[in-house]
């Protein structure tokens, strides 16, 4: 019989103990397979009872009598994929306004973004704490207890560097937590399987799509898009859909945290700033699956690996964020000239400026657009960074810091 895969401790469990003991419900959201069903029973499942809505037979009973189904699994309780059966949640509502003083009687997953439907972030409104859980971060994956960016200490942390090769290769497998707690778990075939999984339940129950293989194609082609400028009417073109459609397809990625859109910061700049946004796929196994650059050693050297190393700070970034239950604001800067710096991270004294270079041997250019920025911006920009792959941590002076990827 085959064990059940290891443990891996997750930065959001404190945040979660904490809202559990403050609001009547908690909702956890993210991405298919992130690990919210697992964090739930790990931490709740010894006092609180389990349903999942995935399975029809109980989500037909939860439709079709909500007071009945609630009587039947009384609270506490984990119901997971709550978004596979949305009516129960205004019962739900009901049965929290009843005893507000209970706390952490109900708690819900789902794995599409519930706040995006009004009528629903309406019945949520200060009776549910909503937090978000990303695949793993790296330093999840490394067991550091630390939750602090690199901005955020009196003095930067060396980390033992990272062997480039290792960077590759968890670069191409990506941060799903059972391709970390198992290593020898062929990725391909996960990555393969997971995609499949996705379009046949998240996609078809968020919108009507009768070609899946023409959505998978739209994801391939963002894919090779990732952290460009986005114009959908090229992709549309490029499809033969019409523009509506891919902005409705843009949504249903969005919704379900397969994408991230990284808009242009706005400010009082004097130069007119481009307005398109930036697509960034939320796992780098799953950008490296779509764009078939599942080989490490192919990932480094190819035309694409420049994406998948700012795919892999953005990660990192927003994961580690996301899991003290904070919401990041991460921008990028460009102006219609072309200067360009890849993420500016919105922080309560400023804006941390970040560049991201592909190649491990950082020199003082790769920080031309942050010195750029900086003319710009003045006193804004508290920090700056290039943050790269290899191992060499350096001055590249005006203050800006070249930083390896395991420091982040």
């Known amino acids: 019989m085959p064990t059940a895969p290891a443990y891996i401790p997750r930065s ?5 103990r904490r809202a559990a003991r403050e609001f009547p419900a908690v909702l956890v959201m993210g991405p298919r397979q992130s690990g919210k069903t697992t964090l739930l029973r790990r931490v709740f499942g010894r006092r609180a009872g389990y349903v999942s809505l995935e399975r029809p037979d109980i989500r037909e009973a939860a439709r079709a009598d ?4 609630l009587e039947l699994n009384p ?3 984990i119901l997971d994929e709550i978004q596979r059966a949305p009516e129960l949640l205004s019962y739900l509502q009901g049965r929290i306004d009843d005893d507000r003083a209970a706390r952490g009687q109900w708690l819900l997953t789902g794995s599409q973004n519930l706040l995006l439907n009004e009528q629903v972030g309406q019945t949520l409104a200060g009776r549910t704490a909503v937090l978000t859980l990303l695949p793993l971060s790296r330093r999840e994956e490394g067991r550091r207890s630390r939750s602090r960016l690199p901005w955020e200490l009196n003095r930067l942390a060396r980390r033992e560097p990272l062997p480039l090769a290792h960077f590759w290769r968890t670069v191409v497998r990506g941060g799903y937590p059972e391709l970390v707690a198992e290593p020898n778990r062929d990725a391909a075939l996960w ?4 995609q499949q999984t996705y379009l046949e339940r998240d996609v078809r129950s968020l919108r009507s799509v009768g070609d899946l293989t023409l959505f998978r194609a739209f994801m391939e082609v963002l894919a090779a898009r990732s952290g460009a400028l986005l114009n959908l009417s090229d992709v549309a073109r490029d ?3 019409a523009v509506n459609t891919a902005k409705a397809w843009l949504s249903v990625l969005e919704a379900t945290w397969q994408v991230a859109v990284v808009r242009p910061w706005h400010g009082n700049l004097g130069k007119r700033l481009v307005k398109r946004p930036k697509v960034y796929w939320t796992d780098t196994g799953v950008l490296a699956h779509l764009l078939a650059s599942g080989n490490a050693d192919l990932a480094a050297k190819g035309p694409l690996a420049g994406p998948l190393v700012e795919t ?5 970034i927003t994961r580690t964020l996301a899991h003290r239950g904070e919401r990041p604001r991460i921008y990028f800067w460009r102006t219609s000239t072309g200067d360009e710096v890849d993420f500016l991270v919105q922080c309560a004294d400023g804006l941390i400026a970040i560049e991201v270079k592909a190649s491990a041997t950082p020199n003082a250019r790769m920080a031309m657009g942050l010195r750029k ?3 710009v911006l003045g006193d804004r920009i508290t920090r700056a960074f290039v943050i790269h792959p290899g191992s060499v941590r350096v001055p590249l002076g005006d203050g800006i810091v070249a930083l390896p990827f395991c420091d982040l």
Do not use: K, M
Request: aromatic share 8%; net charge negative.
């Open 75 to 77: 609270p506490p309780l």
């Open 239 to 241: 499809l033969g859909i």
């Open 66 to 69: 909500p007071v009945g189904f």
């Open 12 to 16: 959001l469990e404190p945040v979660l």
């Open 312 to 316: 892999a700070v953005l990660d990192e």
């Open 373 to 375: 920025l900086r003319d």
């Open 191 to 194: 990555h393969a399987s997971y």
